[in-house]
T-cell receptor, first 110, second 115 residues
Framework: DAKTTQPTSMDCAEGRAANLPCNHS???????VYWYRQIHSQGPQYIIHGLKNNETNEMASLIITEDRKSSTLILPHATLRDTAVYYCIARSGSARQLTFGSGTQLTVLP | GAGVSQSPSNKVTEKGKDVELRCDPISGHTALYWYRQSLGQGLEFLIYFQGNSAPDKSGLPSDRFSAERTGGSVSTLTIQRTQQEDSAVYLCASSPIAGDYNEQFFGPGTRLTVL
């Protein structure tokens, strides 16, 4: 997996968009960007992934820069239940195991 | 539908005892993974099962750790002669096919405490 760099922590007001950045400047052509999150005392939860194009699902949107060296996960209307550690991973399709870095602790404030 | 389930949710044991942790993956998922997560740390891969193929045991930290997957479904992770450094949350995940661009669905984990 390519190395990823994320801020240690971020705060977001409830109801506002949370924008979580991730740098992956050494990402290779066959590596996808995956986002997972882990709410306290729960197992990790898949959020979204993408290769080159922006992606959106019911949970979030993923914006990947044209050079693919960075991406942003967007939670459009953050709720208190979105408070979690968010992990960005650059992972090839043949990779089996996940490896998480330190992630970003997102705290949604009332 | 039912997600990945794990049992027990918590296990406290004495140093030197053996423990068995169980994982029930999502029905139909062919790939199953075991990870562990120590307090405040990231995921540590332990073992991977895919269908009838030989498991990838490359992450097992010592020969005290072993795992089985019977009938392509339920899996058991066994730790023999537990040590205090084995204390962690043990997570199981499953995915529909062999990790190729597919997300992994995680269970709630088993918190193991070795006294």
């Amino acid at each position: 997996d390519a190395k990823t760099t994320q801020p240690t922590s971020m705060d977001c007001a409830e109801g506002r968009a949370a924008n979580l950045p991730c740098n992956h400047s050494t990402i290779s052509g066959n590596e996808y960007v995956y986002w997972y999150r882990q709410i306290h005392s729960q197992g990790p939860q898949y959020i979204i992934h993408g290769l080159k194009n922006n992606e959106t699902n019911e949970m979030a949107s993923l914006i990947i820069t044209e050079d693919r060296k960075s991406s942003t996960l967007i939670l459009p209307h953050a709720t208190l239940r979105d408070t979690a550690v968010y992990y960005c991973i650059a992972r090839s399709g043949s990779a089996r195991q996940l490896t998480f870095g330190s992630g970003t602790q997102l705290t949604v404030l009332p | 539908g039912a997600g990945v389930s794990q049992s027990p949710s918590n296990k406290v044991t004495e140093k030197g005892k053996d423990v068995e942790l169980r994982c029930d993956p999502i029905s139909g998922h062919t790939a199953l993974y075991w990870y562990r997560q120590s307090l405040g740390q990231g995921l540590e891969f332990l073992i991977y099962f895919q269908g009838n193929s030989a498991p990838d045991k490359s992450g097992l930290p010592s020969d005290r750790f072993s795992a089985e997957r019977t009938g392509g479904s339920v899996s058991t992770l066994t730790i023999q002669r537990t040590q205090q450094e084995d204390s962690a949350v043990y997570l199981c995940a499953s995915s529909p096919i062999a990790g190729d661009y597919n997300e992994q669905f995680f269970g709630p984990g088993t918190r193991l405490t070795v006294l």
